[in-house]
C-alpha cells in the first residue's frame, strides 16, 4: 500500500520568514495530494490540495508543489504569521476508492 | 466542521470496559471514516464506510468494530478497552466522489486506564 513520509516533524520561524514542509510517496500511482491544518483541540481542516495533473497550486500565502518523477511535494508558506502555527499533515491517495493516507505531521511554531 | 459531530469529547474508561463513541453529520455525505491520531504517528486509519451497509477495514482495526446505522451515522466501538488504544479518535466525512477532501469532527479524546 501507500505510505507517505512527511519532514520535518518540527519547525520553527520568525514571524515573516517562509516554511516549507516536505513530504514523499511510495506508489507512483498516486494522484491526489491534499494538505490538513490542525489547531489546537480540533479536527484537521483542508488548507490546499493538487492533483497528479497539476505541478504547481497556490491560494494566498500557501502554495503546493508536485514532482511526479521524484514523488514528493511540498508545501510552501509564506510571509508566515503567528496563526499559522499548528500541525500540518500531507496525504495522498491512490484513487477516489482508497481512503486518504496521510503522514505523520509537522509542528510549526511562528515566533513573533 | 461543526457539521461532523462526535460524541463524548472526551471518556476515561477502565481497562476491559466496551466503549462508543459516536459520529453524526448534516453535510449528506455518503463516506464516513474513523482515524486515529497518536503523538508522532500521524492520522492511521481504523474503518471507513463508502454507503450504509458498507464496512471497510484500515489499516489498524483490530480490537476495534463499527456500525453505519444510517446515511448520517458511523459510529466506533471498542469491545474490551486496552491502554494503548488511549488516543485521540477522529470521525471524518466525504462526499462520494474521486479524491474528495475529508471534514473532520473536532475528536474524542478517550484515556482508558
Known amino acids: 500500500g501507500e505510505n507517505v513520509e512527511q519532514h520535518p516533524s518540527t519547525l520553527s520561524v520568525q514571524e515573516g520568514d517562509s516554511a516549507v514542509i516536505k513530504c514523499t510517496y511510495s506508489d507512483s500511482a498516486s494522484n491526489y495530494f491534499p494538505w490538513y491544518k490542525q489547531e489546537l483541540g480540533k479536527g484537521p481542516q483542508l488548507i490546499i490540495d493538487i492533483r497528479s495533473n497539476v505541478g504547481e497550486k497556490k491560494d494566498q500565502r500557501i502554495a503546493v508543489t508536485l514532482n511526479k518523477t521524484a514523488k514528493h511535494f511540498s508545501l510552501h508558506i509564506t510571509e508566515t504569521q503567528p496563526e499559522d502555527s499548528a500541525v500540518y499533515f500531507c496525504a495522498a491517495s491512490l484513487s477516489g476508492n482508497t481512503p486518504l493516507v496521510f503522514g505523520k505531521g509537522t509542528r510549526l511554531s511562528v515566533i513573533a | 466542521d461543526a457539521d461532523v459531530t462526535q460524541t463524548p469529547r472526551n471518556r476515561i474508561t477502565k481497562t476491559g470496559k466496551r466503549i462508543m463513541l459516536e459520529c453524526s453529520q448534516t453535510?449528506?455525505?455518503?463516506?464516513m471514516y474513523w482515524y486515529r491520531q497518536d503523538p508522532g504517528l500521524g492520522l492511521r486509519l481504523i474503518y471507513y464506510?463508502?454507503?450504509?451497509?458498507?464496512?471497510n477495514k484500515g489499516e489498524i482495526s483490530d480490537g476495534y468494530s463499527v456500525s453505519r446505522q444510517a446515511q448520517a451515522k458511523f459510529s466506533l466501538s471498542l469491545e474490551s478497552a486496552i491502554p494503548n488504544q488511549t488516543a485521540l479518535y477522529f470521525c471524518?466525512?466525504?462526499?462520494?466522489?474521486?479524491?474528495?477532501?475529508?471534514?473532520f469532527g473536532n475528536g474524542t479524546r478517550l484515556t482508558v486506564t
Open positions: 464506510s463508502f454507503d450504509v451497509k458498507d464496512i
Open positions: 471524518a466525512t466525504s462526499v462520494g466522489r474521486n479524491n474528495s477532501p475529508l471534514h
Open positions: 453535510k449528506g455525505h455518503d463516506r
